[in-house]
């Protein structure tokens, strides 16, 4: 008798920097893992034409369904100055039942029996659990930035203030601590919504079956060995953690010319500079910063993102 495929749905939240690393997933499932995969995307407020399009060139070669969801227009929940973690995080809220819908629509046979989201998805589990599937999280970045933000809840609790006018280092069991500093962005102001929906995603996160993370055991063997301790932050994940990277996206041409550039530097003498799919700046600020690089007198990648989809990569 012939067994089918496990069919695994995944969710991406808006941006190029949440649907690349979910597409990245998606193509080690089906290559490595034997899966079928469905990705679901919500759109973004573009012509259908040029959503497509965009789409298309990263699919090269198609090996999966793409599912375009409907876009989704929070105007009216949310300020259009609000952060950006907040509106992504009201657009996932927003868009639970127009997903419901497209996976009880598959075409492909059997139905999703795994649900995938990203950080921002976790608010559908409730709907995994409606259709009896098992529920993951994928979180694209590194285990220490999991460790950190699954001891956020406990850390809303204890810490008085704001992080960042902490006097001692914030500490994560087992990890290696953060420096009041250098928290992550949505740490920075506690009173504002951002925040509150950081804590919230942390959360619920250990109410998945696992989460995936895009690492290997011989790159961060200390902060995976915490995830899993019971005594450590097993007792907060309460899940498997399982490390599958490194999933990286090929990029032809500019990848051989830049890690040409790259292989011929010393070790640990680069700087990598990049704010994401997200990030926008001035241009007082691109060039506050290009100044600052310069006399640093450092050897920098720098991402510079002009206003289209392409991203150029600038080494000095």
Request: hydrophobic content about 45%; aromatic content about 8%; overall charge negative.
């Amino acid at each position: 008798m012939e067994i089918s495929k496990p069919h695994a749905a995944l969710l991406s939240s808006p941006g190029m920097g949440h649907l690349i690393p979910v597409l990245e997933l998606g193509k080690s499932l089906v290559t490595h893992s034997n899966f079928t995969v469905t990705v679901f995307v919500v759109a973004s407020h573009k012509s259908p034409a040029e959503s497509n399009h965009l789409l298309d060139s990263l699919m090269r070669p198609k090996l999966f369904d793409i599912v375009q969801l409907p876009p989704i227009d929070i105007s009216g929940l949310v300020d259009a100055n609000a952060a950006v973690i907040t509106q992504l995080a009201i657009m996932m809220r927003e868009v639970r039942p127009a997903l419901r819908s497209a996976i009880s629509a598959t075409n492909s046979k059997p139905r999703p029996t795994v649900l995938i989201v990203d950080l921002f998805g976790t608010e559908s589990f409730h709907l995994a659990d409606e259709l009896d599937m098992l529920k993951y999280v994928y979180v694209p970045t590194s285990a220490w930035f999991l460790a950190l933000t699954i001891h956020v809840p406990f850390l809303d609790k204890e810490v008085k203030g704001e992080y960042n006018n902490q006097i001692e280092p914030l500490r994560i069991p087992g990890c290696k601590a953060v420096r009041p500093e250098d928290v992550v962005h949505p740490m920075l102001d506690r009173t504002n919504q951002q925040y509150f929906e950081y804590v919230r995603l942390a959360s619920e996160m250990p109410m998945s079956d696992g989460i995936l993370l895009n690492t290997w055991e011989d790159l961060e063997p200390s902060t995976l060995a915490a995830l899993r301790d019971e005594s450590l932050l097993g007792r907060v994940a309460k899940i498997p953690v399982y490390p599958v990277g490194p999933l990286t996206r090929t990029i032809s041409g500019l990848r051989s010319e830049l890690f040409d550039w790259l292989d011929n530097q010393p070790s640990e003498s680069v700087i990598f500079v990049s704010f994401g799919s997200g990030g926008t700046l001035s241009y007082e600020q691109m060039t506050e910063l290009a100044l600052g690089l310069e006399l640093s007198q450092q050897r920098f990648i720098w991402v510079v993102r002009p206003a289209t989809t392409e991203a150029v990569a600038v080494p000095a």
